[in-house]
């Protein structure tokens, strides 16, 4: 698994979306106990999900922890002030519309919140590389399947 940068904070989610993972172990454990009391396992479907469950988290874990393994921590304390990097929130002027948003520089794409004012866009997606180091004022294209799209970074929140 090749490094992924991240920031500070998405590590530390990282880590607890194992902790919890790891926390659940016994639950699962005793949901299989539970079923394989029930008698005859070949028909057991309460068995067979709990084991599938089971099987599932298990998978979940060495995955994380094959990644927390591979990640690479940044230090945006060094980034200047007016930088977008990784962890930046930045206001964009789409400039074929005119419309603006808000995009967040994630190494680590979390789960979609659609409540959020903002979206997360990984610092190695199009939009991303285009954007990291660059400044307010300073326009950026990105090609994309579906054509060519151009902002200018309107503000650094």
Do not use: C
């Amino acid at each position: 698994m090749e490094s992924q940068m991240v920031t500070k904070e998405e590590k530390e989610k990282l880590e607890a979306d194992l902790k919890a993972m790891i926390d659940k172990r016994p639950i699962i454990s005793k949901a299989i106990a539970e079923a394989r009391e029930k008698g005859d396992l070949k028909e057991n479907a309460d068995y067979h999900a709990a084991r599938d469950e089971y099987a599932l988290n298990e998978s979940h874990i060495k995955h994380l922890e094959a990644r927390l393994k591979s990640l690479m921590v940044v230090d945006t304390s060094a980034v200047p002030d007016d930088m977008v990097f990784l962890g930046s929130k930045v206001k964009l002027k789409d400039l074929n519309t005119g419309d603006e948003e808000i995009v967040r520089i994630v190494g680590e794409v979390g789960k979609l919140d659609l409540d959020a004012d903002f979206m997360e866009v990984s610092a190695r997606s199009p939009l991303g590389e285009a954007l990291m180091r660059t400044r307010v004022g300073q326009k950026v294209t990105v090609n994309v399947a579906r054509g060519t799209l151009k902002y200018e970074i309107i503000e650094l929140m």
